[in-house]
């Protein structure tokens, strides 16, 4: 059974204590494996929260290569990885960040057996996918494999999150029946991207951990180009095609 080092606990000794993580948080922490899918704007904050944080495997999925576009938010891309594969890049990075965590990565989006397959291995999963499509499959996936989503979203200046606990509180497919129009090549500012992803990582942490109360079945929007906030209880639909209670075995999955 994995155990602490005595380097370990000096390592995260500041996030040890009243009002944060418990030592066994932080054990629990070490023994937990994340999913985050793709590790770009948001992704790329989030994997950076959860490996100096100290979970204990981290596995980023992100295909293609490093464009002059990409660097106004990605944070684990920089001019000297341009034109390199990401997702062999940003481990590299994450790796660099803390010895005491293992990082993976899949070089490309899975489809929908690969993300089963995946969700299986892990203990939460964050969706940090630009498209509806792929934030899809990874929702069939953790709705599928039980295991908790956390989903966010960007456009602008804005953004949103969701924390899903499977077959308890509204799944994506709940939330968006139909899925809507989406632009694929949408303007944001990093700073958006960079606050979400942070936040994504945060709410991982604290189900990984076991600390705090996740944000379970609210959707949480922020507008930075107003200033403005809000959190609204989302509702389980139980004709669901995915999660719901009238169609238990959900929407196929290979």
Known sequence: MLELS??????????????????EGQLCLKRSTAL?????????PAAMVLVMAGVGRVIIAHGGRLNSPDLNRQVLGSEETLGRPRAESFAQRLRSLNRFVAVDFVDHEPDDAEALALARRVDVILSCAPGFAERMRLNRAAVAAGVPLVDAAQWGMSGSLVVVRPRQTACLRCLYPQQPDFERLFPVVGGISSALGSLAGLEAIKILARTGEPMYGRLWTIDAYYGRTSILNLHRDPRCPCCGSENPKGEAQP
């Not at 985050?36 to 790329?44: H, V």
């Open 36 to 44: 985050i899918a793709r590790a770009g704007g948001m992704g790329g």
């Open 6 to 23: 005595p380097e370990e606990h000096e390592r995260y000794a500041r996030q040890i204590g009243p009002g944060v993580l418990s030592p």
